[in-house]
């Protein structure tokens, strides 16, 4: 004859769910990290590295561009346009804006508010990739040696064998005289 009752465990400590749960608790938490902590370098070496980053941007000094000039400057390597028009070239653009073109923008969309004046621009040709150049071609902006694409001098296709505009890069004014773009 036994001495326990009938349905009564005789272990003592396999009824004890507060203990149990912290044990698998404590486990898993443990695992999650020892895994986070081997991810963590795999995941963190795909990140930019600082060089990289630092030429991701760059801020250019407008006072040295005079009003019908450009300068082109070497942006992510690529030609970066910062054109300073003149009053006869935004009219241009601006007169041009309904025009039957095969990107259409307008000029006011290719650059900042109150800024019409300065036009940047990616200076590759959306071709493939030439560079054009300035003051060529019958709208008085781009013109790509290479192949005859044409730009308008808000940097819209005309004519040519390119598919899209030249294209306006994300930039910013931090000041009436400095730009930063990227």
């Known amino acids: 004859m036994s001495d326990t009752a009938v349905g009564a465990n005789p272990d003592p ?4 769910p507060n203990r149990r749960d912290f044990i698998h ?3 898993g938490a443990a695992a999650v990290g020892a895994v986070g902590a081997l991810a963590w370098p795999f995941i ?10 630092a030429l991701a941007s760059i801020e250019f000094d407008l006072t040295k561009v005079a ?5 082109v400057v070497k942006w992510r390597g690529k030609p970066l346009f910062i054109r300073n028009r003149t ?3 935004i009219a241009a653009a ?3 804006d309904h025009a039957d073109m095969r990107d259409p923008e307008t000029d006011e969309q290719r650059h900042k508010p109150g800024k019409a004046q300065w036009l940047i621009l990616v200076g590759t040709c959306t071709h493939l990739g030439c560079v ?9 902006g781009w013109f790509c040696p290479c192949h005859g694409s044409v730009y308008d001098t808000s940097g819209r296709i005309r004519k040519g064998p390119a598919p899209k505009n030249l294209v306006v890069p994300d930039y ?5 005289t400095k730009v930063k773009v990227g």
Do not use: C, R, W
Not at 67 to 71: A, D, I, L, W
């Open 94 to 96: 601006i007169k041009d």
């Open 172 to 176: 910013a004014f931090l000041s009436d």
């Open 132 to 140: 054009p150049t300035f003051g060529g071609g019958e709208y008085g």
């Open 67 to 71: 009003e019908g000039q450009q300068v």
């Open 13 to 16: 400590h396999s009824d004890d």
């Open 25 to 27: 608790i404590a486990a």
């Open 44 to 53: 963190d070496q795909m990140n930019p590295a600082g060089d990289t980053l």
């Open 87 to 89: 009053a006869k070239e």
